[in-house]
Each structure stands twice: as C-alpha cells, then as structure tokens.
C-alpha cells in the first residue's frame, strides 16, 4: 500500500529543504547581528566625534580640512558641494563665479582627476589668517574626456586663506594667489662692498 520508494524520496526532500532552511536563518540571524553591532560602533564613534570639543583657535586641521574638498576635484566646479560647508556664502558666490568664467570653463574636460597631496601651512591665528603652499596633482588630457591621452601634472599653488568665526567653526571668507620671494643674496650685508684704493 505504501510506496516505500516515494515515502524516502519525500524524506529526503524534507531533510533537504530543514538543512536549507536551519542554513539561511542561521546566515540571515548572523548577518543581521553583525550589522547591529557594526551600527553600534559607528554610533558610538559618531558620538565620540560629536562631543570632541569645539575648535577654539584656528589650526593646522581646519586649514587642511578647506584645502582637501578646494583642491580634489574630478572636473572643474564637481567639488563645489564639498567646499560649500566651508565658506562664507560670499566667498562660495565668488567662487563658483570664478569657476564659471570663460577662460575657466575652457580648461572643463581637459584637467581632470585633481587630487590634493600636501601643504605647508603658516597659520596666523590671531588674525585668523594661513598662507599655504599647496602640492597637488592632476591629469591634463590632449583629447577632451580620452584618459589615454592623458599625463599627470604636479604642480604647486602659493594662497593666503582668511577665515571668519560663525559659531564655533571657521569659514574661509577670502582666498587670493600669493608670490613669496626670497632675497637674491646669500649675504647677510647686500650692500656692495667698497673699495679701497
């Protein structure tokens, strides 16, 4: 009466199917944990971040902060939303204006890829004021949007950087290109020297 053939086949599948089962809840309950956990540690670090004390004096990571969203961009005016946070709205205006001038936008397509690599900063803190000598490389295309025929470029910008406290942050509120000059001279005394006769 009973068909022992299909009654193990039916076994089987059930086993099958308890395994696949016991398998996918045991996958899903143990990814589930470790994304709950990795929520609390990044909760947790926020909250470290969070109640950092406030920057009280402008320093050397608040110049560099302004300096890594101005100078890494993957096309002229792409890094805009990135930088906007740290200006005054006047300084950002003037910006994206500058950004949009002809003899800008003519560059568009042709440098691209621009990453920051490193500064030297002089940090006035007192008048609220950092003149940086920027590193930073890009790639400089022949043919607009072909990356082959591309060649990277570094290169180095002198700015001075004034900030203006809003709150308990500092927002650049004026950025202009800089020359710094050395004296020709390696003497001490750059008079000449007289002579004797």
């Known amino acids: 009466m009973y068909n022992n053939e299909k009654i193990q086949k039916y076994k089987t599948f059930a086993l099958v199917s308890g395994a696949i089962l ?3 809840l045991g996958l899903g309950f143990g990814y589930s944990m470790g994304h709950f956990g990795q ?24 110049v560099n902060q302004f300096l890594v969203a101005y100078y890494t961009k993957k096309d002229i005016g792409e890094n805009s939303n990135r ?4 200006m005054t709205d006047t ?15 003519a560059y568009k397509g042709y440098i691209v890829n621009q990453v920051f690599n490193s500064s030297v900063n002089y940090i006035d803190a007192k008048d609220l004021t950092a003149i940086c000598v920027v590193n930073y490389k890009n790639t400089q295309l022949v043919n607009k949007g072909d ?6 470029q570094t290169s180095s910008q ?3 950087l004034t900030f203006q406290k809003e709150g308990n942050k500092y927002l650049v509120n004026n950025l202009e290109n800089v020359t710094l000059t050395l004296p020709n001279s390696t003497s001490q005394n750059s008079y000449p020297s007289s002579s004797s006769n």
């Open 39 to 62: 929520k609390a540690v990044t909760k947790k670090d926020s909250t470290k971040l969070v109640t950092a004390p406030s920057t009280q004096v402008l320093n050397e990571a608040t």
């Open 158 to 160: 002198t700015i001075r």
């Open 83 to 86: 930088y906007k946070p740290l």
């Open 91 to 105: 300084m950002f205006t003037q910006a994206t204006k500058s950004e949009n001038q002809p003899v800008n936008q």
């Open 22 to 24: 016991i398998l996918l």
């Open 147 to 152: 990356l082959s025929t591309g060649y990277d």
